[in-house]
């Protein structure tokens, strides 16, 4: 990719950039697919069902007749509803969910954008998701809608500090925002040179945070459906409403994605013998067991309350993440100067 | 007069430039306060693109984090909390209205002669640097130390006030 990216503009490279990202676009959409089915098994395992295996062999067709029942159910929008932003919300919570997957590096070679502050590109444009979320549930004109924005906006703010400050570690590190210089500085033969280990505080923080920034449960307060019915989206119907879920299913990929660039090492394979594998595949290894442990706290854990929440916020993860970025810069200044 | 030639960055300029004049129009002319706030959302992101334009991707991704981000949130959570209806308009004014556009035109004019007429003296090309980032990041903690520690005991004492109102209105 570095090749096109870096030459000049022509109408050749443009329909070629263009091209890739349609693939990559399609490639998403395949991996929330076969997510959603995913986790439907495996939290069907968990709880000693079968899960989804009506439809297909294994039932693998399952999510792809959900989502044709939801692209030909009557597109409803509420009498009383702010018609406009009722309109963009979903267009404008997914838009920025796929442009944050611009800068992930999957390996040495394949990435689509070398951005220079591509860590902070990443955290600046999903805090625009919070805002199509606030308004679709205002715009939505229904009590539950409007506190399940107020949520999700409260929640986003507060989690997004700790997510922010807990990456200050591993930019401090690598000495740098761009995400394929952080993955290179990790590149150290064996997998202890990884952000994991020097940076597990900084990881802890950051995976909870990541967890409430999905909205996913112990976190999924602004969509509690034994609560708010659906949360912010409990108006949405047909199409709309599945813009909705796919952008929160595109996130996951995203978070998932950023993990592992951040403290798993990225394509670097754990142990130098180990070498000969792809980088693509140790990439995708990471990736999926990360998914995998999103389902995993899912089905294991009850929701929290509202004041527990943001007490666990404010209180526990923003000190500990400050804490990280203390103990981070007083090694450095002491031991690598 | 209009010796112009058409490049690709020609063109995005004028798209962010309309993205920001329309923002700002809307947020103006729009009646209900949270379609204004969508507005200047808009207008802040154009303008961040303008950033990305002149090579500072630092600033225009602090300016979508905090601006179009966390700015934009806040203020429809605060009018979330409060109820507005549609404010009656005001009684349209023709006189005062035509010597308005008059008076925009005017100035619109001036100052259209006058970047036109002026001579920009050609400097040396500019160089955004390798990495911006860093040297900002530089800068800001040797030779604008005392400003960037000043701002620091601002934001804190500003913080501390803020609980300390929030404390005294929960008793």
Same mark, same amino acid.
């Given at each position: 990719?570095?090749?096109?990216?870096? @030459?000049?503009?022509?109408?050749?490279?443009?329909?070629?950039?263009?091209?890739?990202?349609?693939?990559?676009?399609?490639?998403?959409?395949?991996?929330?697919?076969? +997510?959603?089915?995913?986790?439907?098994?495996?939290?069907?395992?968990?709880?000693?069902?079968?899960?989804?295996?009506?439809?297909?062999?294994?039932?693998?067709? !399952?999510?792809?007749?959900?989502?044709?029942?939801?692209?030909?159910?009557?597109?409803?929008?509420?009498?009383?509803?702010?018609?406009?932003?009722?309109?963009? +919300?979903?267009?404008?919570?997914?838009?920025?969910?796929?442009?944050?997957?611009?800068?992930?590096?999957?390996?040495?070679?394949?990435?689509? /954008?070398?951005?220079?502050?591509?860590?902070?590109?990443?955290?600046?444009?999903?805090?625009?998701?919070?805002?199509?979320?606030?308004?679709?549930?205002?715009?939505?004109?229904?009590?539950?809608?409007?506190?399940?924005?107020?949520?999700?906006?409260?929640?986003?703010?507060?989690?997004? *500090?700790?997510?922010?400050?807990?990456?200050?570690?591993?930019?401090?590190?690598?000495?740098?925002?761009?995400?394929?210089?952080?993955?290179?500085? !990790?590149?150290?033969?064996?997998?202890?040179?990884?952000?994991?280990?020097? !940076?597990?505080?900084?990881?802890? *923080?950051?995976?909870?945070?990541?967890?409430? @920034?999905?909205?996913?449960?112990?976190?999924?307060?602004?969509?509690?459906?034994? @609560?708010?019915? +659906?949360?912010?989206?409990?108006?949405?119907?047909?199409?709309?409403?599945?813009?909705?879920?796919? /952008?929160?299913?595109?996130? *996951?990929?995203?978070?998932?994605?950023?993990?592992? *660039?951040?403290?798993?090492?990225?394509?670097?394979?754990?142990?130098?013998?180990?070498?000969?594998?792809?980088?693509?595949?140790?990439?995708?290894?990471?990736? +999926?067991?990360?998914?995998?442990?999103?389902?995993?706290?899912?089905?294991?854990?009850?929701?929290?309350?509202?004041?527990?929440?943001?007490?666990?916020?404010?209180?526990?993860?923003?000190?500990?993440?400050?804490?990280?970025?203390?103990?981070?810069?007083?090694?450095? @200044?002491?031991?690598?100067? | 007069?209009?010796?112009?030639?058409?490049?690709?960055?020609? $063109?995005?300029?004028?798209?962010?430039?309309?993205? &920001? &004049?329309?923002?700002?129009?809307?947020?103006?002319?729009?009646?209900?306060?949270?379609?204004? $706030?969508?507005?200047?959302?808009?207008?802040?992101?154009?303008?961040?693109?303008?950033? $990305?334009?002149?090579?500072?991707?630092? $600033?225009?991704?602090?300016?979508?984090?905090?601006?179009?981000?966390?700015?934009? &949130?806040?203020?429809?959570?605060?009018?979330?909390?409060?109820?507005?209806?549609?404010?009656?308009?005001?009684?349209?004014?023709?006189?005062?209205?035509?010597?308005?556009?008059?008076?925009?035109?005017?100035?619109?004019?001036?100052?259209?002669?006058?970047?036109?007429?002026?001579?920009?003296?050609?400097?040396?090309?500019?160089?955004?640097?390798?990495?911006?980032?860093?040297?900002?990041?530089?800068?800001?903690?040797?030779?604008?130390?005392?400003?960037?520690?000043?701002?620091?005991?601002?934001?804190?004492?500003?913080? &501390?006030?803020?609980?300390?109102?929030?404390?005294?209105?929960?008793?």
């Amino acid at each position: 990719m570095g090749a096109w990216l870096n @030459e000049p503009l022509t109408w050749g490279s443009a329909l070629i950039l263009f091209l890739w990202s349609t693939v990559f676009l399609l490639i998403v959409l395949g991996f929330v697919t076969y +997510a959603i089915y995913y986790e439907r098994k495996v939290i069907g395992w968990m709880q000693l069902r079968i899960g989804p295996n009506r439809v297909g062999p294994f039932g693998l067709l !399952q999510t792809v007749a959900d989502i044709f029942k939801l692209l030909i159910k009557e597109d409803t929008i509420p009498r009383r509803a702010d018609r406009l932003l009722f309109i963009i +919300a979903p267009a404008l919570a997914f838009i920025p969910s796929f442009t944050v997957l611009a800068v992930i590096p999957y390996t040495e070679k394949l990435y689509f /954008a070398d951005l220079n502050v591509g860590l902070l590109y990443y955290v600046a444009l999903s805090g625009i998701t919070t805002l199509a979320m606030v308004l679709g549930g205002w715009a939505s004109n229904n009590k539950y809608a409007l506190l399940g924005g107020m949520r999700s906006a409260a929640q986003m703010i507060s989690y997004e *500090v700790p997510l922010v400050i807990s990456i200050v570690g591993v930019i401090l590190l690598s000495g740098s925002l761009n995400l394929r210089d952080i993955v290179a500085a !990790q590149g150290g033969g064996w997998f202890w040179s990884w952000n994991l280990f020097p !940076q597990i505080i900084g990881f802890i *923080v950051f995976y909870i945070a990541a967890v409430s @920034e999905l909205n996913r449960t112990p976190f999924d307060l602004p969509e509690a459906e034994s @609560e708010l019915v +659906a949360g912010y989206h409990v108006e949405y119907s047909g199409f709309r409403f599945a813009f909705f879920m796919l /952008a929160e299913y595109v996130y *996951v990929y995203a978070i998932a994605a950023l993990t592992t *660039v951040l403290f798993l090492g990225g394509w670097h394979a754990p142990a130098p013998f180990l070498d000969f594998v792809p980088g693509i595949i140790w990439f995708l290894l990471k990736f +999926a067991f990360i998914v995998f442990s999103l389902f995993w706290i899912r089905a294991t854990f009850p929701r929290v309350r509202v004041d527990q929440l943001m007490s666990l916020g404010w209180k526990v993860l923003l000190p500990v993440a400050l804490l990280n970025v203390f103990l981070t810069a007083l090694y450095l @200044e002491l031991f690598v100067k | 007069m209009f010796n112009v030639n058409i490049t690709g960055e020609y $063109v995005v300029f004028f798209i962010f430039a309309t993205i &920001i &004049i329309g923002g700002a129009v809307l947020m103006i002319s729009l009646e209900k306060v949270v379609h204004m $706030v969508i507005s200047m959302a808009a207008a802040f992101l154009g303008l961040a693109g303008m950033y $990305v334009l002149l090579d500072a991707e630092f $600033v225009a991704f602090v300016q979508v984090l905090i601006y179009a981000g966390a700015v934009s &949130i806040l203020m429809i959570f605060g009018i979330m909390m409060t109820k507005h209806n549609g404010e009656a308009a005001e009684p349209v004014k023709p006189l005062h209205e035509t010597l308005a556009v008059i008076g925009a035109l005017c100035l619109f004019g001036l100052l259209f002669y006058a970047i036109r007429a002026s001579d920009f003296q050609s400097t040396a090309a500019f160089h955004p640097g390798e990495d911006n980032t860093l040297a900002i990041g530089e800068l800001l903690f040797t030779g604008y130390i005392v400003p960037f520690e000043l701002l620091s005991i601002l934001l804190t004492v500003a913080f &501390i006030g803020a609980i300390a109102l929030a404390k005294k209105e929960a008793e």
